[in-house]
């Protein structure tokens, strides 16, 4: 079994910042990509970004210079530092892992975590 578990959101208001993490653990042979998505109500789920193993990143827009993704490959662990936050980035943040959970599995699967909620107040 596969557990993402996610930390770190909360209430902020705008030009605040909030750092997300989320660590995998459990069954877990190596892990391509990890990243985050985000849901805000009456959205569709968006993704915010994402970074390889070997370290590059692929942003949305929006979030482009406001928002940092890293991950430390030893803790099977990413993070989103989120600066100059504003309300639209009000959202669940939900963080996905694509991994094989032995040699054996020749493709990635995608997991998910629970999501953690991020507020920004104006």
């Known amino acids: 079994q596969v557990q993402l578990v996610e930390s770190g959101g909360g209430l902020v208001q705008a030009g605040g910042s909030l750092r997300l993490s989320c660590a995998a653990s459990?069954?877990?042979?190596?892990?391509?990509?990890m990243g985050w998505y985000r849901q805000a109500p009456g959205n569709q789920r968006e993704l915010v970004a994402a970074?390889?193993?070997?370290?590059?990143?692929n942003y949305a827009d929006s979030v482009k210079g406001r928002f940092t993704i890293s991950r430390d490959n030893a803790k099977n662990t990413v993070y989103l530092q989120m600066n100059s936050l504003k309300p639209e980035d009000t959202a669940v943040y939900y963080c996905?892992?694509?991994?094989?959970?032995?040699?054996?599995?020749?493709?990635?699967?995608?997991?998910w975590g629970q999501g953690t909620q991020v507020t920004v107040s104006s």
């Open positions: 996905i892992a694509d991994l094989r959970v032995g040699v054996w599995q020749s493709n990635w699967y995608r997991y």
């Open positions: 459990g069954s877990i042979f190596s892990i391509n990509v």
């Open positions: 970074i390889t193993s070997n370290g590059n990143t």
